[in-house]
């Protein structure tokens, strides 16, 4: 019987088909049929059956990936869902990280949470780290709460209680008796959609699984039964997103796991194809309608993660969607696809995505309404596609409309004319694509530059080459059938299940047997699911291990051998424990060119995979002939590059044959058309896959013959490769720092700076107070060490308060470039490092002699070797000389990745120097700063905000001035510096200030020197913002971060209808030592980033429970209760503590927490906002202060070290935002979805 395989891959634009039958290869690409999915899913497969000459009861294999769960979760068509969780916890799933994912824009706001907050129940229950019992499961209370639910119409449940990933009992428990008391809910146990720790991730994990369960089971069943009906016997496979079948029923049960399983099926593709042309390191790039997806194949397989989000709804930011943790191949994904609309930002200057014109109506070329420009339009008309070749002619295409939209959108009189517009449009979305793949492969410890772009998707092989060119990489791939290649990589997927389990181990306390025990019960689980969906096949086995060095606050993945773990007799634990520490070593080196030694290594998470064994790919020919084809016919087509408009050689794939075709040329086919440029020839493989390939390392670009239109748009994309860059800089330090601060919180800062010392570009990643500290910072590196002085592989450091970010604990690096002999640029960065000596994080300090050891500005390496005496001194006065100087390698590897960035980018373009594009870069955003602010009336206004400080109160005063230079903002009269370590120096007031005028005037304009330098601020010496040294700064943030409430004082009279209420403002961390107790000799120290309620927002209700100015994010209760014996009894929103008004202030939240043991704890405290609370505005009431009391009512202090004795709790109530506007005008139903969620009771709140 011969083998027929059939495969459907739904995307957000378009439905694609794949038949394999007898050898040939059949494909077939629909617009998607988004309110009735099925329809174009049958339409097509009798399409390719017949054009086959087969029907139904001959496929002997269907897969089937779909958008359908992806869909439901975005546009929130999900079923009536609640969440039971433990007692204290219900707002886990709404607090997420506490964090803001997008600094400049106050009007941010987060994903509403699947389960809305009235539908979130605690359960009196609870399990410690170690899955002791603390609290038996309550089971009157649970089935009154079902009772409840029931007759609330609530369908779907989901379970997520804490550490159930250790114990399952209490969910499975409340599990039966749903069944018992409600059969007809569906329910999902967090325990088994994700066993894992960290209880954010998990319980959203559940809630997404419970919320799709039932439309998705609905829209399975009814394609299972008309499918049947067509006469199709196959049993149904479903594609997953770690890149596994899995069957029908595992899809009904765990719909979740469908999600992403599109871009697996192209991931898969690219694998087998790097596994048949044997190459070493591909970078797989599809490119659809919508989205882009990029992801690295290393020896054939690509690298798969248990983290993703969906639904990211700002930009494609991280944190702007919906997280879960299942297993899910690794890649990155961009709103950059054929769909995606271009428009002009604030400065002029082209930007595409991530707004979609999608398939309905799309592109204004598919003559369906389309308004917008797109991406395609720009392909069409730069003459990249040929209108009766596009989606085999099945769409009635016009140029006309194409060219039109462009012109309408972009084209201004001082600006771009059409055919640069054009240009943009292309050369902006191929940078995106390709700064997305650099930054992926920093993650992924990955040089991809010698490798192959395997490209595919309708619009891929439109833009492979450029962005290719773009990444270094000389070699691109385009399958045969690539405009469907995701459906063609469902065809032979493999069957597989991955299984994890959260046991926190250490090395050194490693028990063979246990471990040997849990990964076999671990196998047959996951080979029980694996035999439903390839019941006969042979199966392979494979297992990781989440692993960090002790104190580390994130994890890598380890390879395991189960050879050496199955070994007969049981291997010694010291041989196995030597194995794991090396394979981790060795992992971590690859990553992040380094190792820490002294540290001991601890194991999170084990997950074991069982997969069905495919059978390998032949090895492909695909050698490049001599011969090549002549005489074709051309069109006119404008090459990005060079911005020349020439005639392009026009080829059917098909007709290909044997020998290649030199570029220019477009290689046009059914569902996509692939640009060859000049310099790169191509041709068909034996098995018709195209292989393209560049003739010269030259670059293709005469600057003689571009254009001066052209010049200026490569100037805007040089703009953007630089902000790429300092990202990729960011994203280095990030995955390579040792501090929990850094890798977890992003407490950090990265940029590039001309040799006069302005700052070009900052990282999105970073807070303020660090990132516009530094902005001057690297001033004070250039007058000790002026940049005639500096040579090639110096690197220079500091942690001078004074001359870097504001206290010792931040160390600053500065690394020249060179290019051509000279200085070109500075990359600077900083981060917070573990420890400086001194009396530690706190504000016991009286001076800075106090606070630790002080670096001054020096040269710190020489050809990138550090010096040893410097090394010796700081190893030999801080707590923990491996953490830190980890640190410091980190920060001068991150400059040396933005270095080698740089001057890929200066080859490119042929640059000699950065002076002309740092003079535009800073010129224009100066003229679109004061622009915004001559917008703004004229004059000077005044405030005041008084706040705790810590023997007595103090008062900021803020005096500022708008004219058509500037706003200059002036603190005289706020009180003096203080002999404690809350004093500010004066380059940390200049950061916070500037950032929240800039929240307020030009958000969108780019933070560099240009946009700060309209900005002035000053402050007498000697009061707290200006304390000269050598006052104590230690704490520093306690008074900085309150600065963007204090200029809010003043810009609320003049933008009454931009500015926010006052909030918490300064972060309320907790910071608890002890020892561990229970027979443990040893001591803790947990500290987390927390936050309260942030101010009511013009328009919007102030954000609960979320940093603001700081955009550091929090710890999981779970990896605190870990890493510390703490057990937190409550972690959830502060009802009433958001000030009254039109618009709410954000809820503070009540931490509850004691020693799980019979030990003490010490609680170190630096909060504000306990005695004067944050402010209404525009008649909007004060927020509550802020509290902390222990369990019997004593009071504990705001600011210094407090004993809580062991049986005691400790309540922290943190402070909520004020309120704005007259709360008699809000809303009635504002009023009842805060009644209805609780965030308001019935209860009058207490006075502020």
């Known amino acids: 019987m011969a083998d027929v395989r059939l495969a459907v891959d739904i995307g957000g634009t378009f439905t694609d088909i794949a038949l394999e039958a007898n050898g040939d290869l059949i494909t077939k690409k629909l617009l998607t049929t988004s309110q009735a999915p099925a329809t174009a899913v049958l339409e097509g497969i009798q399409h390719v059956l017949a054009q086959a000459a087969l029907s139904s009861i001959d496929v002997n294999v269907f897969v089937h990936g779909?958008?359908?769960?992806?869909?439901?979760?975005?546009?929130?068509?999900?079923?009536?869902?609640?969440?039971?969780?433990?007692?204290?916890?219900?707002?886990?799933?709404?607090?997420?990280?506490?964090?803001?994912?997008?600094?400049?824009?106050?009007?941010?706001?987060?994903?509403?949470?699947?389960?809305?907050?009235?539908?979130?129940?605690?359960?009196?229950?609870?399990?410690?780290?170690?899955?002791?019992?603390?609290?038996?499961?309550?089971?009157?209370?649970?089935?009154?709460?079902?009772?409840?639910?029931?007759?609330?119409?609530?369908?779907?449940?989901?379970?997520?209680?804490?550490?159930?990933?250790?114990?399952?009992?209490?969910?499975?428990?409340?599990?039966?008796?749903i069944e018992q008391l409600w059969p007809e809910a569906q329910v999902t146990l967090s325990s088994e959609v994700c066993p894992e720790i960290r209880e954010y991730e998990r319980f959203s994990t559940?809630?997404?699984?419970?919320?799709?369960?039932?439309?998705?089971?609905?829209?399975?069943?009814?394609?299972?039964?008309?499918?049947?009906?067509?006469?199709?016997?196959?049993?149904?496979?479903?594609?997953?997103?770690?890149?596994?079948?899995?069957?029908?029923?595992?899809?009904?049960?765990?719909?979740?796991?469908?999600?992403?399983?599109?871009?697996?099926?192209?991931?898969?593709l690219s694998a087998e194809l790097a596994r048949?042309?044997?190459?070493?390191?591909?970078?797989?790039?599809?490119?659809?309608?919508?989205?882009?997806?990029?992801?690295?194949?290393?020896?054939?397989?690509?690298?798969?993660?248990?983290?993703?989000?969906?639904?990211?709804?700002?930009?494609?930011?991280?944190?702007?969607?919906?997280?879960?943790?299942?297993?899910?191949?690794?890649?990155?994904?961009?709103?950059?696809?054929?769909?995606?609309?271009?428009?002009?930002?604030?400065?002029?200057?082209?930007?595409?995505?991530p707004l979609s014109a999608g398939s309905e109506p799309g592109p204004a070329c598919y003559g369906r309404g389309g308004t917008s420009p797109t991406v395609t339009d720009a392909d069409v008309a730069l003459g990249r596609i040929i209108p009766d070749r596009f989606a085999g002619g099945d769409l009635t295409f016009t140029k006309e409309a194409a060219l039109a939209v462009i012109e309408t959108s972009l084209v201004t009189d001082t600006g771009f004319d059409l055919e640069t517009a054009s240009l943009g449009i292309a050369e902006i979305v191929d940078e995106n694509?390709?700064?997305?793949?650099?930054?992926?492969?920093?993650?992924?410890?990955?040089?991809?530059?010698?490798?192959?772009?395997?490209?595919?998707?309708?619009?891929?092989?439109?833009?492979?080459?450029?962005?290719?060119?773009?990444?270094?990489?000389?070699?691109?791939?385009?399958?045969?059938?690539?405009?469907?290649?995701?459906?063609?990589?469902?065809?032979?997927?493999?069957?597989?299940?991955?299984?994890?389990?959260?046991?926190?181990?250490?090395?050194?306390?490693?028990?063979?047997?246990?471990?040997?025990?849990?990964?076999?019960?671990?196998?047959?689980?996951?080979?029980?699911?694996?035999?439903?969906?390839?019941?006969?096949?042979?199966?392979?086995?494979?297992?990781?291990?989440?692993?960090r060095y002790r104190g580390q606050g994130h994890e890598i993945t380890v390879d395991l051998d189960l050879d050496e773990i199955f070994q007969t007799p049981s291997p010694d634990a010291s041989h196995l424990?030597?194995?794991?520490?090396?394979?981790?070593?060795?992992?971590?080196?690859?990553?992040?060119?380094?190792?820490?030694?002294?540290?001991?290594?601890?194991?999170?998470?084990?997950?074991?995979?069982?997969?069905?064994?495919?059978?390998?790919?032949?090895?492909?020919?695909?050698?490049?002939?001599?011969?090549?084809?002549?005489?074709?016919?051309?069109?006119?087509?404008?090459?990005?590059?060079?911005?020349?408009?020439?005639?392009?050689?026009?080829?059917?794939?098909?007709?290909?044959?044997?020998?290649?075709?030199?570029g220019p040329a477009l290689i046009v086919e059914d569902q996509t058309t692939t640009v060859i440029p000049a310099n790169y020839d191509a041709w068909l493989t034996e098995n018709g896959h195209l292989r393209v390939r560049r003739q010269s390392a030259e670059l293709r670009r005469d600057p003689v013959e571009t254009s001066s239109k052209l010049k200026d748009l490569q100037r805007d994309i040089m703009w953007n490769r630089l902000i790429a860059v300092v990202q990729e800089q960011a994203t280095t330090l990030v995955r390579s720092a040792f501090s929990t601060s850094t890798r977890e919180a992003g407490d950090l800062s990265a940029g590039v700076f001309d040799p006069q010392g302005r700052m070009l570009a900052q990282s999105i990643t970073g807070t303020p107070g660090h990132v516009n500290s530094m902005a001057t910072s690297v001033q004070h590196f250039l007058d000790v060490f002026p940049a005639h002085t500096m040579r090639e592989g110096d690197i220079y450091l500091t942690n001078d308060p004074w001359k870097g970010t504001g206290h010792l604990f931040d160390v600053v690096v500065v690394t020249p470039v060179f290019h051509r002999g000279h200085v070109v640029a500075l990359f600077a960065c900083t981060s917070h490092v573990v420890d400086i000596g001194g009396v530690g994080f706190s504000s016991a300090s009286r001076e800075i002699f106090h606070e630790g050891l002080q670096l001054p500005i020096m040269r710190f390496a020489v050809d990138e070797v550090f010096d040893p005496n410097v090394v010796a001194i700081i190893e030999t006065n801080v707590r923990d000389s491996v953490q830190v100087m980890g640190d410091i390698h980190s920060l001068a590897a991150c400059n040396r990745v933005g270095?080698?960035?740089?001057?890929?980018?200066?080859?490119?373009?042929?640059?000699?120097?950065?002076?002309?594009?740092?003079?535009?870069?800073?010129?224009?955003?100066?003229?679109?700063?004061?622009?915004?602010?001559?917008?703004?009336?004229?004059?000077?206004?005044?405030?005041?905000?008084?706040?705790?400080?810590?023997?007595?109160?103090?008062?900021?005063?803020?005096?500022?001035?708008?004219?058509?230079?500037?706003?200059?903002?002036?603190?005289?009269?706020?009180?003096?510096?203080?002999?404690?370590?809350?004093?500010?120096?004066?380059?940390?007031?200049?950061?916070?200030?500037?950032?929240?005028?800039?929240?307020?005037?030009?958000?969108?304009?780019?933070?560099?020197?240009?946009?700060?330098?309209?900005?002035?601020?000053?402050?007498?010496?000697?009061?707290?913002?200006?304390?000269?040294?050598?006052?104590?700064?230690?704490?520093?943030?306690?008074?900085?971060?309150?600065l963007p409430d204090a200029v809010y004082g003043c810009l609320g009279q003049v933008l009454p209808t931009k500015v926010p209420a006052e909030g918490t403002s300064s972060l309320w961390n907790l910071l608890a030592s002890g020892q561990w107790g229970n027979g443990r000799s040893e001591s803790f120290m947990m500290m987390s980033f927390n936050s309260g309620g942030a101010g009511a927002r013009p328009g919007q209700d102030g954000l609960s429970a979320t940093a603001f100015p700081s955009g550091v994010r929090n710890m999981p209760v779970e990896i605190n209760e870990v890493v510390s014996p703490l057990v937190f009894w409550r972690k959830e929103f502060r009802p009433n503590s958001g000030g009254d008004g039109e618009f709410r202030g954000g809820l503070g939240q009540i931490v509850e927490l004691a020693h799980g043991g019979d030990g003490e704890f010490v609680f170190s405290a630096t909060y504000e906002r306990v005695k004067h609370p944050a402010r209404g505005r525009h008649g909007g009431e004060h927020g509550m202060t802020g509290r902390l009391t222990l369990d019997d009512g004593s009071p504990v202090a705001a600011k210094g070290n407090t004993?809580?004795?062991?049986?005691?709790?400790?309540?922290?109530?943190?402070?909520?935002?004020?309120?704005?506007?007259?709360?008699?005008?809000?809303?009635?139903?504002?009023?009842?979805?805060?009644?209805?969620?609780?965030?308001?009771?019935?209860?009058?709140?207490?006075?502020?």
Not at 513 to 529: G, N, P, Q, R
Request: hydrophobic share 40%; aromatic share 4%.
């Open 577 to 662: 424990q030597k194995v794991f520490e090396e394979a981790f070593v060795d992992e971590y080196r690859r990553l992040y060119g380094r190792e820490i030694t002294g540290l001991g290594v601890e194991a999170l998470s084990w997950v074991v995979t069982v997969t069905s064994t495919q059978k390998e790919p032949a090895i492909e020919n695909g050698e490049r002939p001599e011969e090549a084809v002549t005489n074709l016919p051309t069109v006119l087509v404008s090459d990005v590059a060079t911005g020349a408009v020439g005639p392009a050689a026009v080829i059917e794939r098909a007709h290909l044959g044997s020998a290649r075709i030199e």
């Open 276 to 353: 048949s042309f044997q190459i070493e390191k591909a970078l797989s790039f599809d490119m659809g309608g919508t989205t882009a997806k990029l992801c690295i194949i290393n020896k054939g397989h690509p690298r798969t993660s248990r983290e993703f989000e969906v639904g990211r709804e700002y930009r494609f930011l991280a944190g702007s969607g919906i997280p879960l943790r299942l297993p899910v191949i690794e890649m990155v994904e961009i709103g950059a696809g054929g769909s995606s609309i271009a428009r002009l930002d604030k400065l002029g200057r082209i930007a595409v995505g």
């Open 66 to 177: 779909t958008t359908l769960a992806t869909n439901a979760l975005i546009e929130r068509r999900g079923a009536k869902t609640a969440l039971l969780t433990t007692g204290g916890m219900r707002d886990s799933i709404e607090m997420a990280h506490e964090n803001r994912f997008e600094q400049y824009d106050l009007a941010m706001v987060r994903p509403d949470p699947l389960v809305p907050r009235n539908r979130r129940i605690g359960i009196p229950e609870r399990i410690s780290a170690n899955g002791a019992v603390l609290l038996e499961l309550d089971e009157e209370i649970l089935a009154a709460e079902l009772a409840t639910l029931k007759s609330d119409g609530v369908q779907s449940v989901a379970v997520g209680f804490l550490h159930s990933y250790i114990d399952a009992s209490h969910e499975i428990r409340t599990r039966d008796l």
């Open 1203 to 1248: 004993t809580v004795p062991s049986g005691r709790r400790l309540i922290v109530e943190f402070p909520g935002g004020g309120g704005l506007g007259d709360p008699s005008r809000r809303s009635r139903q504002a009023r009842e979805r805060d009644r209805r969620l609780g965030y308001v009771t019935e209860t009058k709140k207490e006075d502020p």
């Open 899 to 1042: 270095a080698l960035r740089l001057l890929e980018m200066m080859k490119e373009y042929d640059l000699a120097d950065l002076e002309a594009l740092g003079d535009y870069i800073i010129r224009t955003s100066r003229e679109a700063m004061l622009t915004e602010i001559r917008a703004l009336p004229e004059g000077t206004w005044t405030s005041s905000m008084r706040v705790d400080g810590v023997d007595m109160p103090l008062d900021i005063v803020t005096e500022l001035t708008i004219t058509s230079d500037g706003i200059a903002v002036d603190f005289n009269g706020t009180s003096p510096m203080q002999p404690h370590g809350i004093n500010v120096p004066m380059s940390y007031t200049v950061a916070y200030t500037s950032f929240g005028i800039r929240c307020i005037v030009g958000p969108n304009i780019p933070n560099n020197a240009g946009s700060l330098e309209v900005i002035r601020v000053t402050a007498p010496s000697g009061c707290i913002l200006n304390a000269p040294r050598p006052a104590a700064v230690n704490i520093r943030h306690v008074m900085g971060q309150m």
């Open 206 to 268: 559940a809630c997404a699984n419970a919320y799709i369960q039932p439309l998705v089971s609905e829209y399975l069943q009814d394609l299972e039964t008309r499918r049947r009906a067509l006469g199709m016997r196959c049993p149904m496979l479903l594609m997953q997103s770690g890149g596994g079948l899995g069957t029908l029923e595992d899809a009904l049960r765990f719909p979740v796991r469908l999600i992403e399983s599109g871009p697996a099926g192209g991931a898969l």
């Open 433 to 547: 694509m390709a700064s997305a793949g650099r930054v992926h492969a920093i993650e992924q410890g990955c040089d991809i530059t010698d490798g192959t772009l395997i490209a595919f998707g309708g619009a891929a092989p439109l833009h492979a080459v450029r962005v290719a060119e773009k990444l270094g990489i000389e070699e691109i791939l385009i399958p045969s059938g690539a405009g469907v290649g995701s459906a063609i990589g469902f065809l032979h997927a493999p069957a597989a299940h991955e299984n994890v389990r959260t046991r926190h181990i250490r090395l050194d306390d490693l028990v063979v047997d246990e471990l040997s025990l849990m990964l076999k019960e671990m196998l047959k689980e996951a080979e029980e699911v694996v035999r439903r969906a390839a019941k006969d096949s042979e199966l392979s086995q494979s297992a990781k291990a989440f692993m």
